[in-house]
């Protein structure tokens, strides 16, 4: 296990800069986790961090040495991505084997390394198979005990479960996480899936156009978004937004005719009020700060989300209680829980109230 530093790392592609100056010092052992939206650079800066991309400018350092200038293989860093490319005409064994056998290690030594290798991903039974004798599941286990054998500085993983249905999404996070408390090598994930970022991840690295908006333990980042970006990218269902102004140092809610509440203000003149949808509840109209129309209840077994259409486009996310059954179409009161509110500037950065 090594450290990973990056330092002002830009990528262009032809006039696009989607790497702009990106500095990170990721720990030996760490597991971090990138995230942000579809095109805002999350492979780019893996496959430059490979050494699969070169930079444009910026240095890439492994264990404190600067490995900008190396080809992949001089990394030891070892990339699984979401298409594990087996090779379909060798069994689990040849496959997880190949790297060493053209390394030129002895077949006794490669057999020892295979045995050791999978044990650890459970894989022996299953050692003579062709790749298309396997699920989605142990494929990927096979792509990841290549990887492993290599005994890597470093993993980097790309959306490495976004092939594989929801139940074996679940078994293969278990056994990533698992896996990495095992062998504790450093690790770079890569991933649009909440529930995966916030599982997995020892730090979790929000990405937008290119540039870091924030980096911070899973915790952090939900109940102290730095923006009101980071705000509704981590969570789901998304936080709400309401705009807001301040009038004798009280809120008020930018809403249809505007709600003047006994909610204190932070201070500025405009700004954004967030609220998770587990921090509203339901109260008589006439104490509520916002009145609004339930339009639509989402069931979900363990969970139940209500929608409030509060005018003016704003649908605002309850969490209500599950054995809850409500009439669509009433209306009904929310009340903010005053310690869970979250504010933002126009600027989108967030205010400290
Ligand atoms: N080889 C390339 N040539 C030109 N543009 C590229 C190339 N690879 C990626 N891009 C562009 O760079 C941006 C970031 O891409 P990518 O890193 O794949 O994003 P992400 O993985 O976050 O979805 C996108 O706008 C994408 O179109
Ligand atoms: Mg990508």
Redesign the pocket.
């Known amino acids: 296990m090594a450290s990973i530093e990056l330092k002002q790392i830009h990528k262009w ?2 006039t ?1 800069h ?1 790497i702009d100056g990106v500095d990170l010092l990721i720990e030996k052992g760490e597991f971090v986790v990138f995230v ?10 893996l496959r430059i961090i490979a050494g699969l991309e070169e930079a444009s400018s910026g240095s890439v350092l492994i264990d404190s040495q600067d490995v900008t200038a190396n080809l992949p293989s001089e990394r030891s860093l070892a990339m699984v991505f979401q298409s594990y490319a087996l090779y379909p005409h060798m069994n689990v064994r040849e496959n997880i084997g190949f790297a060493l056998k053209t390394a030129g290690l002895e077949k006794k030594l490669i057999d020892e390394k295979v045995d050791e290798t999978a044990k650890i991903l459970e894989l022996n039974a299953l050692l003579d198979r062709l790749p298309k004798q396997l699920s989605g599941g142990q494929r990927q286990r096979v792509a990841i005990g290549r990887a492993i054998i290599r005994e890597p500085k470093g993993f980097l993983f ?1 959306e490495p479960l976004s092939n594989l249905d929801a139940a074996l999404r679940v078994n293969m996070r278990l056994e990533i996480s698992h896996l990495h408390k095992k062998l504790g090598i450093t690790t770079i994930y ?1 991933t649009h899936d909440q529930i995966e970022a916030m599982t997995l991840a020892d730090r979790i690295v929000v ?1 937008n156009k ?1 540039q870091i908006v924030q980096a911070g333990s899973p915790r952090v980042l939900y109940n102290k978004p730095n923006s009101a970006f980071v705000a509704e990218f981590i969570g789901s269902p998304k936080m709400n937004m309401i705009p807001c102004f301040s009038e004798d140092g009280n809120i008020t809610l930018q809403l249809g005719s505007g709600k003047k509440t006994n909610i204190k203000s932070p201070g500025k003149q405009t700004f954004k009020m967030g609220a998770r949808p587990e921090t509203i509840i339901f109260t008589e109209l006439d104490k509520a700060d916002l009145i609004g129309k339930l339009v639509l209840c989402e069931y979900l077994g363990s969970e139940q989300f209500a929608y409030v259409d509060c005018g003016d486009a704003l649908l605002i996310t309850v969490r209500i209680d599950p054995t809850t059954e409500m009439e669509i179409g009433i209306e009904v009161g929310l009340s903010f829980d005053q310690s869970n509110l979250h504010f933002f500037a126009d600027s989108g950065l967030r205010i400290e109230p």
């Open positions: 592609f032809d696009a989607v942000g939206p579809s095109g805002c650079g999350k492979s780019t800066l790309d890569v990405l290119g």
